[in-house]
């Protein structure tokens, strides 16, 4: 009944490596989003797209890229990992606001530690 | 822009006691509310939303939240909790057009004590 993987639950990386990491959603959903998660300070997003090969901006996307190739892929590139990327990394999907079933799924997550 | 405010960082509650979590939000439009659950080391699981129609959601395992658009509130309530329910629990906002992506809140931890 998984309907968002994450490819990885826990991650371990150096500092400078170039870091995927892969959210797969089977929902047909037009929306998929990234955020980290930190304690204390909630869920900040990080890049979002509205459809296949488009990507916005969100609060916090310094060091980070995405890509969309498909609908059903959303990948989070971190380009050269450092020890502040440390947290956990959650992908979303959703369809149109206007549909009654509107509402975030979320995967289970990716831990990311980087030393 | 939009932004969420949760008024309690920590809720610490006996075991069969009842429970309010609370949510503020900003808004100069009308909005869709969610409060979403999460569980240690996992990803974020839907709780209830209020998309339309009446104000008061009932939402799974027991929750319900009552959208108040005077005080823009959209606060949590649980007549009887149970350990189980001991988690993290975040309320987010979006507007109607669904240009820009959810808000979340910071968060409330629930710790129920037996």
């Known amino acids: 009944d998984v309907k968002v993987t994450q490819s990885s639950r826990y991650l371990v990386k150096r500092t400078g490596e170039k870091v995927f990491l892969e959210c797969v959603q089977d929902?047909?959903?037009?929306?998929m989003f990234w955020y980290r998660q930190d304690p204390g300070l909630g869920l900040r997003l990080i890049y979002f797209s509205y459809d296949v090969k488009m990507k916005e901006k969100g609060d916090i996307p310094e060091g980070y890229s995405v890509s969309r190739e498909k609908k059903e892929r959303f990948s989070l590139i971190l380009e050269s990992a450092s020890t502040n990327q440390t947290s956990m990394y959650l992908c979303?999907?959703?369809?149109?606001?206007?549909?009654?079933?509107?509402?975030?799924?979320f995967g289970s997550g990716t831990r990311l530690t980087v030393v | 822009a939009q932004s969420v405010t949760q008024l309690d960082s920590q809720v610490p509650v006996f075991e069969e006691a009842p429970v309010e979590l609370r949510c503020n939000y900003s808004?100069?439009?009308?909005?869709?509310l969610f409060w979403y659950v999460q569980y240690p080391n996992q990803g974020l699981q839907l709780l209830l939303k209020?998309?339309?129609?009446?104000?008061l959601v009932k939402g799974i395992n027991g929750f319900e939240a009552e959208f108040n658009k005077s005080q823009t509130s959209f606060h949590l309530r649980k007549p009887s909790v149970h350990i189980s329910d001991t988690a993290e629990y975040f309320c987010?906002?979006?507007?109607?057009?669904?240009?820009?992506?959810?808000?979340f809140g910071k968060g409330t931890r629930l710790s129920v004590i037996a």
């Open positions: 979303a999907s959703s369809s149109y606001p206007q549909t009654v079933n509107y509402g975030y799924t």
């Open positions: 209020y998309l339309s129609g009446s104000t």
């Open positions: 929902m047909d959903h037009e929306n």
């Open positions: 808004s100069s439009v009308s909005v869709y």
């Open positions: 987010a906002v979006s507007d109607l057009s669904g240009n820009t992506p959810l808000v």
